[in-house]
């Protein structure tokens, strides 16, 4: 058998601006109840100081809050209690978070189209040690699509200009070359389409690859890793009735993600685990803030978690318990693991592209490549059933 440590696999990350249609999240509330943020992280670090100001406001807070779930239509309530401790986290000056009793931040995140944009409404709302709920918290506005995709999971969603054709591909042939996919620009019809992919799922899924459509050359698989490699890991017939892809994965089972390009140029990806960024926990700024990397033509494994240098941490469904999973404050049910493409544009002038060794038993190298990422062409999930809370994390320090 050969061993993975001899498997020598290439992606290529780029550092760049992005060029996206706008998701907004909003609220019911008046203007003056809600605040606007260009990116989720800003919203979460708006919604700690408001946290941190009731705290230290409130005596019988102790100086201390416990952060709870934060439940919606996915598992992408992961990312926003991740984030908001992050936050939190930098003001321990002012508050200190706690695991177990005293005052409690939780919240809801659903979604709904108004006007020309699919809107997503975070409410969140702290409850004193009787679980009273004893203040409404000041609702955020995101308006960035992509964290939109990521948080919602959607089943599966083409956003390209070919996806409004009424042309249908062959799809006898998966692995047949297809033609360059361009953005839809009518920012209505993406609105449209999110929304349709949300209330009412579906999902194309070829020989257990989940494609964004019939039409579409991008699609993500999950792999199961045995004593053999990874093999693929069939797609539920059941589910797909329903309009999605799910999965089974057994408890303590490492997985990885196949990705597919079935174009004839490079493409953006952006890839998530219950919302959360494969880069988020990277001890690189820089891969934590573009959370991308280039697909070429083809296909191409991701592994893990990237952490630091040549380490990442393999993808790991276990039983909650570690501290790093903890923090996710993802509940029981299923999780979902998120594709989200984006268009290839040539690079601008004066912006710096950066590579990474990536990979822990399977050595997966990042190159510099000039790119610069437009908008996105469509996003496609996989939902897998778990025993408890689903991913170990690399440690947080």
């Known amino acids: 058998m050969t061993s993975l440590r001899s498997i020598r696999q290439f992606l290529f990350v780029a550092l760049a601006a992005l060029v996206l249609p706008t998701l907004a999240f909003v609220t019911s509330a008046n203007a003056a109840d809600s605040d606007e943020s260009s990116k989720l992280a800003d919203a979460m670090q708006s919604l700690a100081r408001e946290v941190a100001q009731f705290v230290e406001n409130e005596k019988e807070t102790g100086g201390q809050i416990r952060i709870k779930n934060f439940d919606g239509p996915s598992s992408g309530g992961a990312r926003i209690v991740k984030l908001l401790k992050e936050s939190l986290g930098k003001m321990d000056d002012k508050v200190k978070m706690v695991d177990i009793g005293g005052y409690t931040v939780s919240g809801e995140f659903m979604g709904d189209k108004r006007d020309d944009q699919y809107v997503a409404i975070i409410e969140a709302k702290i409850k004193n040690n009787s679980g009273n709920t004893v203040h409404n918290l000041r609702k955020k506005i995101v308006t960035n ?12 969603v083409d956003l390209s200009e070919s996806s409004s054709s009424k042309t249908t591909a062959d799809s006898s042939k998966p692995d047949a070359k297809k033609p360059e996919e361009k953005p839809l620009t009518d920012s209505s019809a993406v609105a449209s389409k999110v929304d349709a992919s949300i209330s009412k799922p579906n999902v194309f899924v070829q020989n257990n690859v989940a494609m964004l459509s019939d039409k579409s050359p991008y699609g993500i698989e999950l792999l199961i890793k045995e004593e053999s490699g990874y093999v693929a890991c069939p797609v539920e017939s059941s589910a797909l009735a329903a309009g999605f892809a799910k999965v089974h994965v057994d408890p303590q089972k490492v997985f990885a993600i196949r990705v597919y390009n079935h174009s004839d140029r490079p493409v953006g990806l952006s890839l998530a685990i219950d919302g959360i960024n494969v880069f988020a926990f990277s001890k690189n700024d820089y891969y934590r803030q573009l959370g991308k990397m280039v697909i070429y033509p083809g296909k191409s494994t991701i592994l ?26 993802a509940t029981e049910g299923l999780g979902m693991v998120t594709g989200t493409f984006f268009e290839l544009l040539p690079p601008r002038r004066g912006k710096d592209d950066l590579g990474i060794g990536f990979g822990k038993e399977t050595v997966m190298e990042y190159q510099n490549v000039p790119a610069y990422f437009g908008k996105p062409l469509g996003a496609v999930s996989i939902r897998y059933e778990r025993p408890d809370h689903p991913v170990d994390l690399p440690p947080i320090n």
């Not at 699509?145 to 599966?156: A, D, H, Y």
């Open 145 to 156: 699509i992509e964290e939109g995709l990521s948080l919602f999971g959607p089943s599966s």
């Open 304 to 329: 893990g978690w990237h952490f630091d240098g040549p380490i990442s941490h393999e993808f790991l469904v276990t039983h909650y318990g570690d501290s790093a999973a903890a923090r996710l404050g």
